[in-house]
């Protein structure tokens, strides 16, 4: 059955909008007009893409008169969109609503039409008969690995709407990490672009109109007013060169470092640098024992869980780690044995997993290492913070005495020889 995205004017006249299946574009018309809305345009959504054939109501299609959805193109889904998703059909799914009627709810009540035409292809394929996790599976951008298999084993189980609960709560929880993460940033980051800014503009500006009088006179300047002049001169002169060559250097990086092995040694080094270093291990591990812990509560195997769990840790050093230990399950160790081998894992972590392990209690334990080490990186966000703005503080505070100063001292010989 055809899934429509469609437009029109209610009874009142206001503007809706809306996604639904029906037989053709004349059902779509009819059942939507019982319901009081008008149709001024539809776009069909056709399987294998979300190619839109749009037209107005009553208006032959023409491949000349299709139209380019460039908003629908650049829209994404974002992740708390995903959550909030997540938990509303839970709740549907638990007050006793069928799963096809609840994917269609949600897909006509959403405001991202992409979303949208998403749920929608989705609910179409669980009416054809197909299981919710696999339909889920034909959009890995939007509903990774982990969620699907967290909701096939659902499915398998019985309890859905108990794992879709779960998956929400785990989902709201990594959004809540990211973003104080991101928000406790961004003050220094800003810092460092505003700061940059500002030398640019002295450099190019101010200092030329000041060093061009010592220039004049022909005397034997200091080093630190040569090299201010010398900055100065080759930031004015040569900035497009500048930005090419950064914008080069940093591509090339970029290239590198997604290699297999750049991107080792970038994440080996990620863990040794002072301040960074500790943040990085402990969102891993959080991470991981967040996932970990969602997984296995779902009924997830424990070795498909621990692979899935690899891929969320952004590390390919404690990905390693994962990973051996999933090979040392095989064999028939503990998880906690491998985790402690390595090295990698803060020892009070390894020391609760085996805890856990011995008394049966693994996902409840792992539940409160991800709680506790979500706590621990938001006081190590906060400490880096704390050190960081007074430290951009003082580098900024430096630049500017070193080129005040590069300035002064020519003028105090000028009137030293003079007197």
Not at 36 to 48: C, D, K, P, S, Y
Not at 123 to 138: F, I, T
Not at 234 to 252: H, N, T
Request: charged fraction near 20%; include cysteine.
């Amino acid at each position: 059955m055809p899934v429509y995205s469609w437009k029109g004017l209610n009874t009142d006249g206001k503007s809706v909008t809306g996604t639904r299946d029906a037989d053709g574009a004349k059902a779509l018309r009819q059942a939507l007009r019982r319901e009081g809305i008008f149709i001024t345009e539809h776009r069909e959504v056709l399987a294998g893409g979300q190619r839109a054939a749009a037209r107005t109501s009553g208006e032959k299609e023409s491949v000349f008169k299709r139209e380019i959805d460039l908003a629908g193109m650049l829209e994404r889904v974002r992740p708390q969109e995903v959550a909030a998703f997540t938990r509303q059909l839970a709740t549907l799914i638990k007050a006793g609503i069928p799963l096809a009627e609840a994917l269609g709810a949600l897909a006509e009540q959403g405001e991202n039409k992409k979303f949208q035409r998403v749920l929608a292809e989705i609910r179409q394929k669980v009416n054809e008969g197909g299981a919710l996790a696999d339909a889920l599976g034909a959009h890995p951008a939007i509903f990774q690995d982990l969620y699907t298999n967290m909701v096939r084993s659902g499915e398998a189980a019985g309890n859905l709407d108990a794992v879709l609960a779960r998956l929400a709560d785990f989902l709201d929880a990594q959004h809540t990490l990211r973003s104080k993460v991101s928000s406790a940033l961004t003050y220094p980051i800003i810092m460092v672009v505003l700061g940059t800014v500002i030398m640019g503009v002295l450099m190019v500006v101010v200092v030329p109109k000041i060093t061009s009088i010592f220039q004049d006179m022909g005397k034997t300047l200091p080093w630190n007013t040569q090299l201010l002049i010398f900055t100065s001169e080759l930031v004015g002169s040569y900035w497009w060169a500048l930005i090419i060559l950064g914008g080069l250097g940093y591509w090339g990086y970029r290239r590198w470092s997604r290699k297999p092995k750049g991107r080792a040694t970038v994440d080996r080094l990620r863990l040794k640098l002072p301040l960074i270093g500790p943040l990085v291990r402990y969102v891993g591990v959080a991470r991981f024992a967040r996932t970990l812990a969602t997984m296995l509560a779902a009924g997830v195997p424990v070795l498909s869980a621990l692979e899935i769990t690899k891929k969320v840790l952004n590390n390919t050093v404690l990905e390693k780690v994962v990973e051996d230990a999933r090979d040392a399950i095989r064999e028939g160790e503990s998880i906690a044995t491998p985790l402690k081998r390595s090295g990698q894992f803060p020892s009070l972590m390894v020391h609760m997993v085996s805890v856990g392990e011995r008394s049966g209690q693994l996902e409840a334990m792992l539940e409160n290492v991800a709680t506790a080490y979500e706590r621990d990186v938001e006081g190590k966000v906060a400490r880096l913070t704390t050190v960081l703005s007074p430290l951009l503080i003082v580098c900024m505070a430096l630049a500017v005495v070193f080129i005040v100063f590069s300035v002064l001292q020519p003028i105090m010989d000028m009137q030293n020889f003079v007197q």
